[in-house]
């Protein structure tokens, strides 16, 4: 085992190839941490380290990920709030002489210099920003699901991810299209909004840039957030796992035949809006036909 460095609701430890980050599980840490419980982040995997004044005699050790390489910061595309922000340890301001040397020592170790040497000013410094070419930190290893406010999002963690609507929030343009499943292998990214925003949601991008809805309650690939719907620690994570996996699966996009009995349920799912009168006996007779050729 490394050094270890405890700050508020997080612990960081420092192993000769790695940063490994524990996360507290209280009542006053951030949810999303509970949830990422601890991460290991090769040293390749950071592009620098700062340190600077925080709030309420506090200062902040803050890890900075190279682009491309970790599939949560990824997903939240910059949407996370700093308290929300797992590379951040918030420490008491008279443990900062012991954070500036913990700075100076990974920023040895980084590539960036010796460790002890004099550093420019944090807000001046600058590491290696090089994207890289894979993930390098592994995805969060859960939630597998989470509940929309139009409908229920569901990945069984290798190569498929499903929506099934709601009753009570989903357009009529999803009930239409039935309940969706994805093939890790079609798609070639997601699109996470965080529900802390008015349209917030989550949307698959299916290789092929075939024509979409512009609004993703209209949209069948996506699922929108709503008051207590999507949040962030659950609907993040969920993103980041999808993304991981599309990164890593084959990029050569393959349709797979549906499985028998996922079919018969769709078509009895078309049926009954059919009866409903929900569809009309064109769009019927085409989307069962549709739904055959999976075979």
Request: proline content about 8%; overall charge negative.
């Amino acid at each position: 085992m490394g050094d270890v460095l405890a700050g508020i609701h997080a612990t960081w430890e420092f192993e000769s190839d790695a940063l490994v980050i524990r996360f507290d599980r209280g009542n006053r840490a951030p949810r999303l941490f509970g949830v990422l419980r601890e991460r290991r982040v090769p040293h390749e995997a950071l592009a620098s380290v700062t340190l600077a004044p925080g709030k309420r005699g506090t200062v902040v050790l803050h890890a900075v990920p190279r682009p491309g390489a970790d599939p949560l910061m990824e997903a939240a595309a910059g949407q996370l709030s700093e308290n929300c922000d797992p590379y951040r340890l918030v420490l008491p301001a008279d443990r900062e002489t012991l954070a500036e040397y913990y700075r100076d020592d990974l920023r040895g170790v980084l590539g960036s210099g010796t460790a002890g040497a004099a550093y420019p000013d944090d807000a001046s410094y600058g590491g290696d920003v090089t994207p890289a070419d894979r993930f390098l930190v592994a995805p969060p290893q859960g939630p597998q699901s989470f509940k929309a406010y139009d409908g229920k999002a569901s990945f069984d963690g290798q190569s498929e991810v499903s929506f099934r609507w709601s009753w009570t929030g989903a357009s009529s343009e999803k009930w239409k299209a039935g309940d969706q499943f994805f093939h890790v292998r079609d798609l070639c990214g997601v699109e996470w909004r965080s529900p802390d925003v008015l349209d917030g949601h989550l949307r698959l991008v299916p290789r092929g840039g075939e024509p979409r809805a512009p609004q993703p309650d209209r949209d069948p690939a996506s699922v929108v957030f709503g008051l207590g719907y999507g949040p962030v620690h659950l609907s993040l994570p969920f993103a980041a796992a999808v993304l991981a996996a599309i990164r890593t699966s084959d990029r050569v996009p393959a349709r797979t035949a549906a499985a028998p009995g996922a079919v018969a349920e769709r078509i009895r799912h078309l049926g009954e809006l059919h009866q409903a009168g929900l569809v009309t006996d064109e769009e019927f007779s085409a989307k069962k036909a549709e739904l055959l050729a999976e075979l």
